[in-house]
Nanobody, 124 residues
Framework: QVHLSESGGGSVQAGGSLKLSCVVSGYSWSSNCLGWFRQIPGKEREGVAQMFTGDGRTYYHDSVKGRFTISPDKAENTVYLQMNSLKDEDTAMYYC?????????????????WGQGTQVTVSS
């Protein structure tokens, strides 16, 4: 059974950095996809970053391009989200997600497995 567990959230001032971690167990790293999403109360879950584990292709939401980086550590079964130059609007619950081949960052329902989330709060 696939299990995802996020950590690394917290409170940070605008302009600061955080690195989120997601340990993925029971999951095949070949030809699948991993992603990070975020959600604030009353709004739909939003795709932030995605990578295909087979060829390493990555995709980012326009609002985080150049600031966030998704990266894997297959030896540690972990996927990271490095977040730099954080803004107030990055405040949200961040979720790690895993999918099977055909994942689209714009469609959360294309990801099959989800973690419990870790809160990120950015204050100015």
């Amino acid at each position: 059974q696939v299990h995802l567990s996020e950590s690394g959230g917290g409170s940070v001032q605008a302009g600061g950095s955080l690195k989120l971690s997601c340990v993925v167990s029971g999951y095949s790293w070949s030809s699948n996809c991993l992603g990070w999403f975020r959600q604030i109360p009353g709004k739909e879950r939003e795709g932030v970053a995605q990578m295909f584990t087979g060829d390493g292709r990555t995709y980012y939401h326009d609002s985080v391009k150049g600031r966030f980086t998704i990266s894997p550590d297959k030896a540690e079964n972990t996927v990271y989200l490095q977040m730099n130059s954080l803004k107030d609007e990055d405040t949200a619950m961040y979720y790690c997600a895993a999918g099977l081949e055909h994942c689209l960052l714009d469609l959360a329902q294309t990801f099959t497995y989800w973690g419990q989330g870790t809160q990120v709060t950015v204050s100015s």
